[in-house]
């Protein structure tokens, strides 16, 4: 009882006394949130910030909102099939080669990105500056981390439904997508989740890689608020609340599935 106490409020230092001060202090009005200060408001402007935050630099933060959904399920669906099929085959396929692609993948996770040389491949490819480009460095940054949790999560499923899959008749492609892809749903949703959340919430690769207003990502609207003289930290809450909440709501909808895949990739048999 006593670890469980402990456990619930440290969860509520951690998340949910920030979380009510980045909505209070949303809801005042810009000299009041000046003062950053933990307080009720005196004064409410809940209502009046949404709508600037909303209306500030013709609708930024629509085209934003629009500009990152396009780029977290691109680059989310690809990373799943992709990761998943690279795994099944380092994972099923034992060479004299695995060790060392097993090598690469791991040092996906631990060698840090090259900014300038990413910029100067992109920019060779014609693939700078457009969403293209972009979604192909989010799936490069991802792939390692999906690939090893795929691994752990197909280690688990029986060799044997291979077997009798191949024996049915199937192909590879046809034993991957129609008897294996169907069994890492767990994983998969785990993927999901937790990738999405990471590339929604990406601040460096959008701003390296995708400048301009017109490509601008939710992460980047939060310059909008903010000056060399004057920040609208009312403003900058508002728009930190608002770009918080579909990851949010995404991770406590499949928070018990993430849990769950993740648990599965751990254990054989």
């Known amino acids: 009882m006593a670890l469980s106490g402990l456990a619930i409020t440290l969860f509520a230092v951690v998340f949910l006394v920030p979380f009510a001060f980045i909505l209070l202090t949303a809801a005042k009005t810009q000299s009041a ?8 408001p005196t004064q409410w402007a809940f209502v009046q910030n949404l709508q ?6 013709d609708y930024l933060l629509i085209i934003a909102f629009i500009n990152s959904t396009i780029l977290t399920v691109v680059s989310v669906a690809v990373v799943v099939v992709l990761a998943a099929m690279a795994a099944f085959v380092l994972q099923r396929r034992k060479s004299r080669w695995t060790g060392a692609l097993n090598l690469i993948v791991l040092s996906g996770l631990v060698i840090p990105p090259a900014v300038v040389p ?6 060779k490819t014609q693939l700078f ?6 979604i192909l460095v989010e799936i490069a940054y991802a792939m390692a981390f999906c690939v090893l949790l795929f691994q752990a999560f197909i280690a688990s499923v029986p060799r044997e439904l291979d077997e009798a899959a191949t024996i049915d008749g199937a192909g590879p492609v046809s034993l991957f997508f129609r ?24 601040f460096a690769s959008p701003l390296y890689f995708l400048p301009g207003d017109e490509n601008a990502t939710v992460q980047l609207t939060l310059f909008t608020f903010q000056g060399q003289y004057n920040n609208a930290y009312n403003l900058l ?11 949010l709501i995404l991770f406590a909808i499949f928070q018990r599935q993430i849990v769950s895949g993740m648990v599965s990739g751990s254990v054989k048999g």
Do not use: H, Y
Request: net charge negative; hydrophobic share 60%.
């Open 237 to 247: 809450f508002m728009d930190v609340l608002l770009v918080t909440i579909p990851p």
């Open 118 to 123: 990413t910029i100067w491949v992109l920019q």
């Open 129 to 134: 500056k457009t969403m293209p480009g972009l």
């Open 52 to 57: 600037a935050v909303i209306e500030a630099r």
């Open 33 to 40: 949130s000046a003062l950053l200060d933990f307080s009720w």
């Open 179 to 202: 008897v294996v892809f169907p069994l890492l749903r767990p994983i998969i949703v785990t993927v999901v989740v937790v990738q999405s959340v990471f590339i929604w919430n990406d």
